[in-house]
């Protein structure tokens, strides 16, 4: 029998095209191998795609932009239909943008959409980046895949901030006087490095076009590379699922690629480009029109960068203006320098260092593919929660005038304010944040024991009331009992019998992460609870009771 015998020939014309391409590139073994790909089904899982999505609408809107901006910062004079700033005098870059919001048939509309997609963005790779480390998703295998979360982080706020900067007008122009200031602030070098970035004294006549090919070319390239990495990486570790019957770290319970998961991916897609369009629609961002063109004489009030790099901002608003030296002939701006540098560096390494950070605490080397609780593991809980309000406290002050004067108190003390929170917030939050965790792990331990309360009141025999406690379901029980709860692990010797430091400190964190602890209840301790309908106590610590209650 010859193979051209049993060679697949399709009828119709698409068909034929297809099996001509499939031929050649091999494309259909692809196709059928990442379709049965299976994916869990969970909300949290969404934050993901929605930046993923956010960025595809980035990238069409954008190359709208394109067609129409002008990178220049040459001069010229307003002559567009906006009337205020008619012969105005302003760079080319600004009149063009200008020309996109009122001459240019949806130009508002797409640079506003264009806007709120960029803030989305970078939102909702925060969200997910604190959703990997609130549950633990970032463990091995997946080490290398939360840093290139990091880097997709920090490129977002790149991109963010040199598309912000590329109107021209007078508040994209302050934020890049803020940048000038932190380069100049860096000693011996820092004048130099302005003059190479700037192309001349700030603001020099070549930042707006060199923005731009960081903008349109550079960072949307490498954040294209750090997503077809990340989602390699997803496919090749298989996703991260969440404990529940029948769920181990060797298999993965959801809904294969094809048809069901790209369906409901495809659906989620336009449903955030329509909420995109809506509020591109219906609410103003960013009118430039109002601020008019950059000169660097005036600042404004009331002006604060977009939310994403408002923390940096923030930071420099806290800093006391006291910190300036001269030594050796150089001024030393350390109230620039500190606050522009310091707590970024310190947020973004302890960021890319805490998977092997926690890795090594716990001396734990073996592969995670479910996911933790938040309140199963409380320590990283309250130093997530520490990190999050160290952040808001630094985002809060980039807006400390605009909070003066809204709620008419004074600038001053809402500085004052901050800068305590700025240290006392992160260590309330550490230690309200665990002891919430630890709560909640003593709450689902007693409803493992006995159940939910039913509300129902029921008298016994010999006149005692009890409530009655209604079991739960083997879903909700597997979720209550089911986790690990790591203990304290001493500082161990070498082979050579000594204790070096590096493990003397690591055997100190030991104790502080995992010595408040609430054991999840054995099965032995479940089924003696459950034997005494979920009323009497369990093990021998209640061994009196449980005498009496037999008698």
Same mark, same amino acid.
């Given at each position: 029998m010859s193979t051209s015998a049993s060679r697949y020939e399709p009828r119709t014309n698409v068909g034929r095209v297809t099996n001509f391409v499939d031929q050649r590139v091999g494309g259909s073994g692809i196709v059928k191998e990442f379709g049965r790909k299976v994916f869990p089904d969970h909300w949290t899982f969404m934050f993901g795609e929605v930046a993923l999505y956010t960025f595809i609408v980035l990238l069409l809107s954008g190359t709208f932009l394109t067609f129409f901006f002008d990178p220049s910062m040459a001069e010229t004079h307003y002559d567009g239909s906006f009337v205020p700033l008619k012969g105005v005098e302003m760079s080319v870059a600004y009149a063009s943008s200008l020309d996109i919001s009122f001459d240019i048939r949806g130009g508002l509309f797409m640079r506003q959409v264009h806007h709120w997609a960029a803030l989305?963005?970078?939102?909702?790779?925060?969200?997910?980046?604190?959703?990997?480390?609130?549950?633990?998703?970032?463990?091995?295998? +997946?080490?290398? @895949?939360? #840093? /290139? *979360?990091?880097?997709?982080?920090?490129?977002?706020? =790149?991109?963010?901030?040199?598309?912000?900067?590329?109107?021209?007008?007078?508040?994209?122009?302050?934020?890049?006087?803020?940048?000038?200031?932190?380069?100049?602030?860096?000693?011996?070098?820092?004048?130099?490095l302005s003059f190479f970035f700037f192309g001349g004294e700030f603001p020099g006549t070549a930042i707006i076009g060199r923005l731009y090919v960081l903008h349109i070319l550079l960072i949307p390239a490498l954040i294209l590379l750090m997503i077809g990495l990340h989602l390699f990486l997803v496919v090749l570790h298989k996703h991260t699922q969440f404990p529940g019957p029948g +769920?181990?770290? @060797?298999? #993965? /319970? *959801?809904?294969?690629?094809?048809?069901?998961?790209? =369906?409901?991916?495809?659906?989620?897609?336009?449903?955030?480009?329509?909420?995109?369009?809506?509020?591109a629609g219906f609410f103003t961002i960013n009118p430039i029109w109002n601020y008019g063109p950059y000169d660097p004489s005036p600042v404004s009030a009331g002006t604060q960068p977009d939310w994403?790099?408002?923390?940096?901002?923030?930071?420099?608003?806290?800093?006391?203006?006291?910190?300036?030296?001269?030594?050796?002939?150089?001024?030393?701006?350390?109230?620039v320098l500190i606050p522009a540098l310091v707590p970024a560096g310190l947020l973004f390494t302890l960021l890319f260092a805490w998977p092997w950070v926690e890795a090594w605490v716990s001396k734990d080397k073996r592969e995670h593919h479910l996911l933790d609780r938040p309140r199963n593991a409380p320590t990283r809980t309250g130093i997530g929660v520490a990190g999050v309000i160290f952040y808001c406290v630094m985002w809060a002050a980039a807006s400390s005038d605009l909070i003066a004067t809204h709620f008419s108190i004074s600038l001053n003390d809402v500085t004052y304010w901050l800068r305590a929170l700025f240290f006392l917030g992160p260590i309330i939050g550490f230690v309200v944040a665990k002891r919430i965790a630890l709560a909640l792990q003593r709450k689902d331990r007693e409803i493992a024991l006995h159940g939910r309360e039913t509300g129902r009141i029921v008298r016994l025999p010999h006149g005692e009331f009890i409530e009655v406690h209604e079991p739960l379901d083997e879903y909700h029980q597997y979720k209550l009992v089911n986790y690990e709860s790591p203990e304290v692990l001493p500082a161990q010797p070498n082979v050579e019998?000594?204790?070096?430091?590096?493990?003397?400190?690591?055997?100190?964190?030991?104790?502080?992460?995992?010595?408040?602890?609430?054991?999840?209840?054995?099965?032995?301790?479940?089924?003696?609870?459950?034997?005494?309908g979920g009323h009497g106590e369990v093990e021998a610590e209640h061994a009196d009771h449980e005498s009496i209650s037999h008698r």
């Open positions: 989305l963005f970078v939102a909702a790779m925060s969200v997910h980046m604190l959703r990997v480390f609130f549950t633990g998703a970032f463990r091995k295998p +997946r080490e290398f @895949n939360w #840093v /290139i *979360g990091g880097v997709l982080l920090i490129l977002g706020l =790149a991109a963010g901030f040199t598309g912000y900067s590329l109107p021209d007008d007078l508040l994209s122009g302050n934020g890049l006087r803020i940048i000038d200031g932190v380069i100049k602030a860096i000693p011996v070098i820092g004048t130099y +769920r181990t770290n @060797n298999n #993965v /319970i *959801g809904y294969p690629v094809g048809p069901v998961y790209a =369906a409901k991916a495809g659906g989620f897609f336009f449903i955030v480009f329509g909420l995109l369009a809506v509020m994403y790099i408002g923390w940096v901002d923030g930071a420099l608003r806290l800093m006391p203006g006291v910190w300036e030296f001269v030594i050796f002939g150089q001024t030393l701006s350390l109230n019998g000594k204790i070096t430091t590096s493990e003397k400190a690591r055997g100190v964190l030991s104790r502080i992460f995992f010595e408040d602890r609430v054991a999840p209840p054995t099965p032995a301790e479940v089924e003696a609870a459950h034997a005494h």
